[in-house]
């Protein structure tokens, strides 16, 4: 294996590990209009997530920086011609963090259900068109003789990615309310593992769709079997949340989008954004990386600094690992 394969599979895990922890702090930004029934109940879904959402949000700074230093040319096509839905992704991001600092700095009820909206709103459309984006990238795009995107939006807009898009959105939801039975006390964590139950079930049909259509236009048998765990892990995830064994239905259903985005990148590989247009075109982890010292540099940088980013967010998250109720939040 040479060094741009090995950035390959670092860059697949930091968006799998991405997905797996922005995945259920999107989900509980949409859970807000879903599953919480007043303002109190409300205060403790975004109580649960307040002290990790952020460091969420480094892999996602990590995995692009990544793809930028180490496949330049997948970067500048991917971000010139995703230009419209990534713009979109991170106005969101943006206003997404807007809305967690400004909610409760004044009493208005007005002013807080307006933030409340655009928790929601932007909670709902980056769950949705990550799935677009991705579900594009594995599939095939317009991509021209001299690597550019040859496409326009709407062609962005097919039914494999409209389907990839609620694939995550689903999962991610799905994700987010196993994460709050686990994370909550009374009713609402009643409340979760009910609505747990129908999201998963309405995820796995959609799921199920997605991989099989993955797997038949671009699979091998290192994705069958990615696609093989995600399923049975979604089961599992399915099965621990009706027991009510939340720990074990989150661990699945975590372990779910790590095979589906395994699966994704299995399906990709050796292949970064292939070509619609002609196969000779596509970008591949050779014609698209940097030179052999940037990955070398980047190799021994990277294995210094990621112990140090898991050991402290692995502290944050032991650290807030108490269940929250209503009871516990202040009247203001």
């Not at 697949?12 to 859970?31: H, R």
């Not at 928790?119 to 001299?146: D, E, M, R, Y």
């Not at 247009?277 to 190799?299: D, G, I, R």
Request: with cysteine; aromatic share 14%.
């Amino acid at each position: 294996m040479q060094l741009h394969d090995v950035w390959f599979v670092l860059i697949a895990v930091l968006w799998t590990g991405y997905f797996f922890l922005e995945g259920f702090d999107f989900g509980v930004g949409i859970l807000t209009k879903l599953l919480a029934r007043d303002e109190p109940e409300r205060r403790v879904l975004i109580n649960t997530i307040g002290p990790v959402w952020d460091g969420n949000e480094v892999w996602l700074l990590t995995a692009g920086g990544a793809t930028f230093a180490a496949f330049p040319a997948w970067y500048a096509t991917l971000f010139s011609g995703f230009y419209l839905p990534l713009l979109a992704i991170l106005v969101c991001l943006i206003v997404r963090v807007l809305a967690f600092e400004y909610r409760a700095k004044r009493s208005d009820p007005q002013w807080k259900r307006n933030w409340e909206h655009a928790i929601f709103w932007t909670s709902l459309l980056p769950a949705f068109l990550w799935g677009v984006a991705f579900a594009n990238i594995v599939h095939g795009v317009k991509i021209n003789a001299a690597g550019d995107y040859a496409g326009n939006v709407l062609d962005l807009l097919n039914p494999y990615a409209i389907l990839g898009g609620l694939v995550t959105l689903s999962l991610f939801t799905f994700h987010g309310t196993v994460f709050v039975a686990l994370k909550t006390l009374g009713d609402i964590r009643t409340r979760a593992r009910t609505l747990a139950r129908t999201l998963g079930l309405i995820t796995a049909a959609l799921a199920l769709a997605f991989l099989i259509w993955t797997q038949t236009s671009s699979g091998d048998g290192w994705s069958l079997a990615a696609a093989v765990i995600a399923v049975v892990a979604l089961v599992a995830a399915l099965a621990f949340n009706q027991l009510g064994r939340e720990g074990w239905a989150f661990i699945f259903s975590g372990v779910t989008i790590v095979a589906a985005v395994a699966m994704l990148f299995l399906a990709l590989f050796p292949d970064v954004m292939p070509s619609s247009l002609n196969p000779a075109w596509s970008l591949t982890v050779s014609n698209a990386s940097s030179s052999h010292y940037t990955l070398k540099v980047m190799t021994w940088v990277a294995g210094i600094m990621t112990p140090v980013v898991l050991i402290y967010q692995s502290w944050t998250y032991w650290v807030f690992r108490k269940r929250i109720g209503v009871r516990n939040i202040p009247a203001h």
